[in-house]
């Protein structure tokens, strides 16, 4: 299925989905202003356009399980966007958290090989995930700051329908350079179980995914709610050896240290805002 049409029909579900919900329950943004417009703008175009750009040639090129261990170190880049960006103060051992995540990072992108680290020869796919993560980090950085102001699920609803409208032009363009791949190919009867995953995930790991990813930026912040991006690997890694493939050394390695240093980043308690 074409990449970034596939993108585009997951928000696409996933809209109509946080749209329904949010009709029947209300709580839609205030857009009266234009700081609050820039504000849902922002979050469509980072968290969902550029993240699903990122990810999804990412994970096209690249593993399942390595693309996790990529996410895994998001603790880490959003308590450094956390403190650059919005110039919090963190302390040493959150900083020596991040500098250990980085380094498990680094020996996934590098696939455990001392030569491709020195030569900087990481894999294409990889480095399309680590862009997602740092989007994500922006998304969620972000999201915080929004929420004190706006609801929950109005704000998930409208970034999603900016994200889908934002997809729309490069899933039109992918689909006429296709050539083969026509409207037939995209209504084929054989292809029913790949719109079923689709609107998967639309409808579960997007919409369900996103609202109560919200909930807990809310009630955490960013940098303390990122933590349980940790799962992520961890569900990888074990649907991966109940299908009979096993993670590599390098893996197991690099899981190892990203957990490692996300668990000081998030021990070494909230960081506070500069004043």
Known sequence: FPVYLGALFRFFFAS??????????????????????KDLLFLGF????????CFFLGIKFSDPVTGSL????????TALVS?????????LMRWVGIVISFVGLLLV??????????????????????????????YSVKGREVLHTQPVLGTTTVACMI???????????????EGPRSLGFLIAADNALVWLHLMYLGFFASGVAFLFWYQGVRAL??????????????????????????????QWSGAAV???????????????AAS
Request: with cysteine; charged share 10%.
């Open 16 to 37: 109509l989905f946080l749209g329904l919900l949010t009709h029947v329950y209300g709580g839609w943004p205030n857009l009266s202003t234009w700081g609050a417009r």
């Open 46 to 53: 980072v968290g969902v356009f550029l993240y699903n750009l």
């Open 70 to 77: 990529i996410v895994a170190a998001n603790p880490a880049v």
């Open 83 to 91: 403190s650059v960006w919005k110039k919090e103060h963190s302390g």
């Open 109 to 138: 992108l590098s696939r455990g090989s001392i030569q491709s680290l020195l030569g900087l020869e990481f894999h294409l796919g990889d480095l399309f995930i680590f862009g997602a993560s740092i989007c994500w980090a922006f």
């Open 163 to 177: 994200g889908a409208g934002l997809l729309f032009p490069a899933g039109l363009a992918e689909w006429m350079m």
């Open 221 to 250: 912040g960013a940098p303390r709610a990122s933590v349980f991006i940790n799962l992520v690997p961890v569900f990888a890694m074990l649907i991966s050896i109940f299908m009979g493939k096993w993670p590599a050394p390098y």
């Open 258 to 272: 990203v957990l490692f240093g996300d668990y000081i980043t998030s021990r070494s308690g909230q960081p506070k």
